[in-house]
């Protein structure tokens, strides 16, 4: 959470620009659908902030917690790289 703190902190508060920047900086990140926008998807780690940080149904938070911890290495890196680019 306080990495994810920290994109939205370099990106303006804009959860869209800290996905399109995640996106930017890897391709291939896994993205699923948004559960309030339809046709619009989100990355991972945004999907494991948004179910932590707010209430969505049938997510289970032991899942939501060992999938961040399963994936920590994505945000480290694209958080020292936000850093890397931030003038």
Partial sequence: MLLYNLLLMLHNDSQG???AFIVREDPGVTRTPSPHIP???ETVYTRLRNELGHTRSGVNLDN??????RTL????????R???LHP
């Avoid at 290495?73 to 020292?80: E, S």
């Fill in 17 to 19: 620009a800290v996905d």
């Fill in 39 to 41: 046709g619009a998807t």
């Fill in 64 to 69: 939501t917690r060992s999938d961040m911890a």
């Fill in 73 to 80: 290495d994505g945000p480290r890196a694209l958080t020292k």
């Fill in 82 to 84: 936000a850093i890397e």
